[in-house]
Nanobody, 121 residues
Framework: QVQLVESGGGLVQAGGSLRLSCAASGSIFRINAMAWYRQAPGKQRELVAAVSSDGNTNYADSVKGRFTISRDNAKKTVYLQMISLKPEDTAVYYC???????????????WGKGTLVTVSS
């Protein structure tokens, strides 16, 4: 069984910083891309940042310059460093991984259960 477990969410005041972590575990042969999504109240889930297996990154326009995604392949972990947080960043943040399970040929997407980030004004 594959699991993605997020951590690092919490309450922070505007202008503050948080770092989210997501660790993958289970019968995993290879992890391709990893990403962070978020869903704010009353809004659809949106892509925040993604990082490919070779380290290429992309970001939503709303977070570019403030958030940094990175990964540690040895730990099967992806991070999201968030600075200059705004109330608009308040959302449940979900980890996503495109990975290949042991015994499979192609990757599939897996989701974590989410971690809540609340930014107060």
């Amino acid at each position: 069984q594959v699991q993605l477990v997020e951590s690092g969410g919490g309450l922070v005041q505007a202008g503050g910083s948080l770092r989210l972590s997501c660790a993958a575990s289970g019968s995993i042969f290879r992890i391709n891309a990893m990403a962070w999504y978020r869903q704010a109240p009353g809004k659809q889930r949106e892509l925040v940042a993604a990082v490919s297996s070779d380290g290429n990154t992309n970001y939503a326009d709303s977070v570019k310059g403030r958030f940094t995604i990175s990964r540690d392949n040895a730990k099967k972990t992806v991070y999201l460093q968030m600075i200059s947080l705004k109330p608009e960043d308040t959302a449940v943040y979900y980890c996503n991984a495109d990975l290949v399970r042991t015994g499979y040929y192609y990757g599939m997407h897996y989701w974590g259960k989410g971690t809540l980030v609340t930014v107060s004004s």
